[in-house]
């Protein structure tokens, strides 16, 4: 078992549980978008970003194990703005129908905090 600490609560998880999953398995919430267990576990959205302590940038918490003695907090003070600027980056680079030619026009630009 391993024990981790998220949004200030104590908790103990199997070895190779995400973030995500130890979260979901006590009843704390973190949005996430392209998470689907078994086929889709690479992180891209980053809507489940959360901040790490210890660590600079934000980890998604969909594809990232939890490690023995990790303080995590969700939502970050940070983290909602940088997920806003990854979702809208990633749907800006898709097409809005299937009848639509060319990249969507929105702009891309990553905040500062990204």
């Known amino acids: 078992m391993v024990n981790v600490t998220i949004n200030d609560k104590a908790i103990q998880v199997p070895e190779g549980t995400t973030i995500l999953e130890a979260a979901q398995m006590?009843?704390?919430?973190?949005?996430?978008?392209?998470?689907?267990?078994?086929?889709?576990?690479?992180?891209?959205?980053?809507?489940?970003?959360?901040?790490?302590e210890g660590l600079e940038k934000l980890v998604p918490a969909c594809n990232n194990a939890a490690e023995e003695g990790m303080v995590?907090?969700?939502?970050?003070r940070f983290a909602r703005p940088a997920a806003s600027t990854w979702s809208s980056c990633s749907l800006s680079?898709?097409?809005?129908?299937?009848?639509?030619?060319?990249?969507?026009?929105a702009p891309c630009r990553p905040s500062p905090t990204t």
């Open 26 to 52: 006590n009843h704390i919430a973190i949005p996430h978008l392209c998470f689907l267990k078994g086929l889709n576990e690479i992180g891209a959205c980053r809507v489940c970003a959360v901040e790490v």
């Open 72 to 76: 995590i907090r969700t939502p970050p």
């Open 93 to 105: 680079t898709t097409r809005a129908a299937p009848n639509v030619r060319g990249p969507a026009t």
